[in-house]
Each structure stands twice: as structure tokens, then as C-alpha cells.
Nanobody, 125 residues
Framework: QVQLVESGGGLVQAGGSLRLSCAAS????????MGWFRQARGKEREFVCS??????????AYADSVKGRFTIARDNAKSTVYLQMNSLKPEDTAVYYC????????????????WGQGTQVTVSS
């Protein structure tokens, strides 16, 4: 049984930083594509970033809206993926979800079969 457990959300002022963590179990973590998505109230879930391991090494991808501010990192020994969020803006306010899939890289939420429960991030202006 695959479990993804997020932590680290909270309330922060604009310009501040937060780090989210997602601990995975029940999955071969080193082979999983790990993604972060977010869903603001009244909006659809959107891709934030992802990390994949391939024969050529680790690769990452980011949505344009977070590029240069957010960083995804993974610790395969701990089966944990992190999302470091800097220079936060009020528009980053959302529930953030960790997701996993086996296979190739994807930025489509529908292609991820495993999801965490979500953690709220609120950025005040």
C-alpha cells in the first residue's frame, strides 16, 4: 500500500519561505517520479514541479510560475521529497499535494496514481 504523507505547510508572510516534506512508503522510491501539485480554492489542481530519476541522472521540471523560487529535492535514502519555497507570494496560497507515479516524467495530474492528503500553505500580503 502506497502512502504519501506531507508536512510543513503553514502561514507565512509574502516574501517568506517554507519547506514541505513528503515521506513515501510502499513504493520503490528511487524509481518513482515525484511531483508536487497545488490547488487554490475554486481552481483546478495545477502542476508545480517534479523530480525523476533516469539512466542519465536526476531531472527536475517546474511550472513557469514557480521557476527560480521553488526547488524540489529528493532523498532516496529516506524516501522523502522536499519542496523548498522561497519568495512566496499571496498567489502561492493553496493546498499542496505530493504525488507519485511509476514511469516517465509527467506534469499531468491525471497521470499520477498516488497522492498525499495535502497540506495548506497560506501566504499573507
Amino acid at each position: 500500500q502506497v502512502q504519501l504523507v506531507e508536512s510543513g505547510g503553514g502561514l507565512v508572510q509574502a516574501g517568506g519561505s517554507l519547506r514541505l516534506s513528503c515521506a513515501a512508503s510502499g513504493i520503490t522510491f528511487s524509481r518513482a517520479v515525484m511531483g508536487w501539485f497545488r490547488q487554490a480554492r475554486g481552481k483546478e489542481r495545477e502542476f508545480v514541479c517534479s523530480s525523476a530519476i533516469s539512466w542519465s541522472g536526476a531531472s527536475t521540471a517546474y511550472a513557469d510560475s514557480v521557476k527560480g523560487r521553488f526547488t524540489i529535492a529528493r532523498d532516496n535514502a529516506k524516501s522523502t521529497v522536499y519542496l523548498q519555497m522561497n519568495s512566496l507570494k499571496p498567489e502561492d496560497t493553496a493546498v499542496y499535494y505530493c504525488a507519485a507515479r511509476l514511469g516517465s516524467f509527467s506534469d499531468s495530474a491525471t497521470s499520477y496514481g498516488f497522492w498525499g492528503q495535502g497540506t495548506q500553505v497560506t501566504v499573507s500580503s
